[in-house]
T-cell receptor, first 114, second 114 residues
Framework: AQSVTQLDSQVPVFEEAPVELRCNYSSSVSVYLFWYVQYPNQGLQLLLKYLSGSTLVESINGFEAEFNKSQTSFHLRKPSVHISDTAEYFCAVTFTGGGNKLTFGTGTQLKVEL | DAEITQSPRHKITETGRQVTLACHQTWNHNNMFWYRQDLGHGLRLIHYSYGVQDTNKGEVSDGYSVSRSNTEDLPLTLESAASSQTSVYFC?????????????FGQGTRLTVV
């Protein structure tokens, strides 16, 4: 069975500072990796995903994540955060041959302060 | 625009009552999913369906049921509501069985069982 660990439940950061949200996974088979974002009182939206190819993937709003197979990690980073990035971020995986069933981490609340 | 809608957005019910949460999508997606979101647990899969008349149990299916009579809808029924089922429920859909496919989420239903 696969699992996802997000060690940081909350990450406070000042505006324009860099941030890294950590995600580690465990699986005996190949996985696909996703980051979803949940803004207050809304559903989840896909932020970015790693399927294959380049290990560095980017989103349209400045976030990036790097797949590291040896460390089984998929950490999310942004070099300079904005107040509007305040949200909960979920790391998730699906595994090859397992359909679309997502296994989620417990989430990281990013709080950007002035 | 295609979308996925959940109703109601908020519901308060009494212990022991039967409750049905609606999920309707206009993406014409074959796959539909129900998750519950709880603090410290992230999102966990309750039930899912890969097409009409197909339903499957997820990680936390006890006390819940679903039926899929058409492509657009996957209602979630709590047979006899319990306080442990107080949670935020999310419906999601995706287009095919590939593990790399993005899932689209509804806005969520906040259910309180008193």
């Amino acid at each position: 069975a696969q699992s996802v660990t997000q060690l940081d439940s909350q990450v406070p950061v000042f505006e324009e500072a860099p941030v890294e949200l950590r995600c580690n996974y465990s699986s005996s088979v190949s996985v696909y990796l996703f980051w979803y974002v949940q803004y207050p009182n809304q559903g989840l939206q896909l932020l970015l995903k790693y399927l294959s190819g380049s290990t560095l993937v980017e989103s349209i709003n400045g976030f990036e994540a790097e797949f590291n197979k040896s460390q089984t990690s998929f950490h999310l980073r942004k070099p300079s955060v904005h107040i509007s990035d305040t949200a909960e971020y979920f790391c998730a995986v699906t595994f090859t041959g397992g359909g679309n069933k997502l296994t989620f981490g417990t989430g990281t609340q990013l709080k950007v302060e002035l | 625009d295609a979308e996925i809608t959940q109703s109601p957005r908020h519901k308060i019910t009494e212990t022991g009552r039967q409750v049905t949460l609606a999920c309707h999508q206009t993406w014409n997606h074959n796959n539909m999913f129900w998750y519950r979101q709880d603090l410290g647990h992230g999102l966990r899969l309750i039930h899912y369906s890969y097409g009409v008349q197909d339903t499957n149990k997820g990680e936390v299916s006890d006390g819940y049921s679903v039926s899929r009579s058409n492509t657009e809808d996957l209602p979630l029924t709590l047979e006899s509501a319990a306080s442990s089922q107080t949670s935020v429920y999310f419906c999601a859909s995706s287009s095919n069985l590939g593990s790399n496919t993005e899932a689209f989420f509804g806005q969520g239903t906040r259910l309180t069982v008193v």
